[in-house]
C-alpha cells in the first residue's frame, strides 16, 4: 500500500484545524456567556433550569473533549508530515 502526503496541504489543513478550533473555543465562550447573562441563576423555571444545566454539562465535558480530539488530529497531520520527509530523506 502507497501512502503519498502532500506535506504542504498536510501542513495547511493542520493550520486550518488549529484556526476551526480557535474560532470555535471563542465562539463557545460567547454563547456561555450569552446563556450566563440572558439566563442568569435564580431565575426558578423548569426551562431554565434544565437548559442552563444541559448547557453546562454539554460545555464543561463534551465540548473540551472535542476541541482536544480536533487538536490531535493537528498535531498527527503534523507528525505524519514530519516523519514522511524524514523518512524520504533516509531513503534518498
Known sequence: MNITITPGAATDDAAEIDSIVSRMQEEMQELDAAIK????DGIQ???SETVRNNW???YSADVP???EEMKL???NLRLAVE???AY???RN
Not at 447573562?37 to 442568569?40: S, V
Open 37 to 40: 447573562r440572558d439566563i442568569p
Open 45 to 47: 423555571t423548569t426551562w
Open 56 to 58: 453546562e454539562a454539554y
Open 65 to 67: 473533549e472535542a476541541m
Open 73 to 75: 488530529s493537528a498535531a
Open 83 to 85: 516523519q514522511a520527509l
Open 88 to 90: 524520504d530523506q533516509e
